[in-house]
């Protein structure tokens, strides 16, 4: 007779237990369910001890759930206006999300080498907020017809500088909100789509900054590309990239990795 009296509050009670194991998933619905089943109890006058723990678990779970649920939609809007900012700009400015054991860990240095690539001179281009880079003197200003990209007060223009059309320098930023290993994660999956093939994903020092590295070939153009994103002791996420011929890439990285800094 004394469970069936208080059959509303063991019920209110066990799907309030199941209701904050299972917060993640079904919290909201059996959320509800206890806080009805406990508040039921309460007006029947079972027992109280149980009903209110039911309800206080239920209302608990609940409450968790709804958390959970206002993070996923707020960090559908981060990644979806991520890939916007990003798919908007050069394919080396594309990406989504890797685990960190995707990333293998290479050493780049920042030996002052040669930098004369195709010119015996040299020139400093770039500015206080996309950095610096040393590139050879018939190197030109570069801009990419086929961008898809609308300027904001927060977001210029990529700066691009390039030989022949096919070697290719971009500097570029995202709002210091946005966290480097999402873009470098945001243009790994973008660039597998666009067609690259062997792609490769690392964890590289650049500047003496921990940078994520993508980097893979292009069949279809002959092209490699190699991106470096990286948070600076500036406060903004940076993106550096670098395109080339299978026999010149390397020289255009080269550029990078030995003369690219953020102070001129």
Known sequence: MEKQLNGFAIAGLVIGIISLITFCCFGGFLGILGIIFSIVALTKKQSTGMAITGLILSIIALLLSCIVMIFAVSSGDYLNELNSIISGETRTTQSSYLDENDYTTEETTNDTTDTDLYSPDTKRVGDDYY???????????????????????????????????????????????????????????????????????????????????????????????????????DGVTHIISAEGLPDSVADVVEIIENTYSLYE
């Open 131 to 233: 950095g610096y880079v040393s590139i050879p003197e018939n190197w030109v200003t570069f801009i990419d017809i086929g961008l898809n990209y609308e300027e904001t007060d927060e977001l210029k223009y990529p700066m691009q500088w390039s030989y022949a059309d096919v070697n290719i320098i971009t500097l570029n930023y995202l709002p210091a909100s946005y966290d480097p290993k999402d873009a470098a994660s945001a243009i790994a999956l973008k660039n597998e789509s666009d067609g690259m093939e062997d792609m490769i994903t690392a964890t590289v020092t650049l500047i003496g900054e921990t940078a994520y590295q993508v980097y893979g070939y292009y069949p279809n153009e002959n092209l490699y590309l190699v991106a470096w994103v990286f948070s600076g002791s």
